[in-house]
């Protein structure tokens, strides 16, 4: 069984950095289009970042586009999101995704496989 876990939200000031990773079980992310989403309170789930299937290429948001940056280590089974020069409306609950045979602009109502969700909150 396949499952993802995310790990290292936190709090953080304005202006400040976290790295998000995602550890993949159960089989390797290979065939998957990953991405992350994040979900602010009374909001929709909304797409940050993804990576190709192939991991031939990354999107992001224009809200985030600058500021972060997907990357993932085959060795580890692993993805991250790097976030920097976070903002207060950066807070949401972030989550890793895995959408089989995916672009790297793979939506929501695609994804095949969701994550528990860690939280970021960045104060001003």
């Known amino acids: 069984q396949v499952q993802l876990a995310e790990s290292g939200g936190g709090l953080v000031q304005a202006g400040g950095s976290l790295r998000l990773s995602c550890a993949v079980s159960g089989r390797t992310f290979r065939g998957y289009a990953m991405g992350w989403f994040r979900q602010a309170p009374g909001k929709e789930r909304e797409y940050v970042a993804g990576?190709?299937?192939?991991?031939?290429?990354?999107s992001s948001a224009d809200s985030v586009k600058g500021r972060f940056t997907m990357s993932r280590d085959d060795a580890k089974n692993t993805v991250y999101l790097q976030m920097n020069s976070l903002k207060p409306e950066d807070t949401a609950v972030y989550y890793c995704?895995?959408?089989?045979?995916?672009?790297?602009?793979?939506?929501?109502?695609?994804?095949?496989?969701w994550g528990q969700g860690t939280q970021v909150t960045v104060s001003s």
């Open positions: 995704a895995a959408t089989e045979y995916g672009s790297s602009r793979a939506q929501a109502s695609e994804v095949n496989l």
């Open positions: 990576m190709h299937w192939s991991g031939a290429s990354t």
